[in-house]
T-cell receptor, first 116, second 113 residues
Framework: AQSVTQLGSHVSVSEGALVLLRCNYS??????LFWYVQYPNQGLQLLLK??????LVKGINGFEAEFKKSETSFHLTKPSAHMSDAAEYFC??????????????FGQGTILTVHP | GAVVSQHPSRVICKSGTSVKIECRSL??????MFWYRQFPKKSLMLMAT?????????EQGVEKDKFLINHASLTLSTLTVTSAHPEDSSFYIC?????????FGPGTRLTVT
């Protein structure tokens, strides 16, 4: 079984400040990990994914995330927030093998607000 | 590549009618597609896994007779909400699996009046 916990349903930052969105996971097999962004009334856009290669993953729009197995974490960061980053962010885990191959489990989501 | 479309993007229907939502993988073949439902300010809830050429697998608590899924080809899965009621109003999102990854459609906003 797999699960995802996103710490903080709401995160508020000032424009230009560091963005840190936290995600912890549990998985009985080696995981694939994902961050998605969702703007209002739209589908999910993939920001980045970890697939057991480099532990520091760079994605689109300046976001990156680091896979830390010892901490079972996959936190999302961006050095400098833009107003356009305001959206909801979802962390997700899937199993790299086994009966749930390719099946995603989502965290609860974190709404990011960016203040001028 | 790996583009998934959904149609319609928005639909309003009257209570008691049925609504069909299409999910298409535009540039790849997908033996497996997934249907999610998203309530306001909530995460995505997996409703069912759609398998080409076989019956869909529904998650616990999802009524298979209410939410009919047909995956008739490698690029098309449909979700039909039968005898829709206002409580079925929601945002429905599909995804198509390519290898270990899912690619998401833009979603369909269903409003039942």
């Amino acid at each position: 079984a797999q699960s995802v916990t996103q710490l903080g349903s709401h995160v508020s930052v000032s424009e230009g400040a560091l963005v840190l969105l936290r995600c912890n996971y549990s998985s009985s097999v080696p995981p694939y990990l994902f961050w998605y962004v969702q703007y209002p009334n739209q589908g999910l856009q993939l920001l980045l994914k970890y697939t057991s290669a480099a532990t520091l993953v760079k994605g689109i729009n300046g976001f990156e995330a680091e896979f830390k197995k010892s901490e079972t974490s996959f936190h999302l960061t961006k050095p400098s927030a833009h107003m356009s980053d305001a959206a909801e962010y979802f962390c997700a885990v899937s199993e790299a093998g086994g009966t749930s191959y390719g099946k995603l489990t989502f965290g609860q989501g974190t709404i990011l607000t960016v203040h001028p | 590549g790996a583009v998934v479309s959904q149609h319609p993007s928005r639909v309003i229907c009257k209570s008691g009618t049925s609504v069909k939502i299409e999910c298409r993988s535009l540039d790849f073949q997908a033996t497996t597609m997934f249907w999610y439902r998203q309530f306001p300010k909530k995460s995505l809830m997996l409703m069912a896994t759609s398998n080409e050429g076989s019956k869909a697998t529904y998650e616990q608590g999802v009524e298979k007779d209410k939410f009919l899924i047909n995956h008739a080809s490698l690029t098309l899965s449909t979700l039909t909400v039968t005898s829709a009621h206002p409580e079925d109003s929601s945002f429905y999102i599909c995804s198509a699996r390519q290898g270990p990854f899912q690619y998401f459609g833009p979603g369909t906003r269903l409003t039942v009046t």
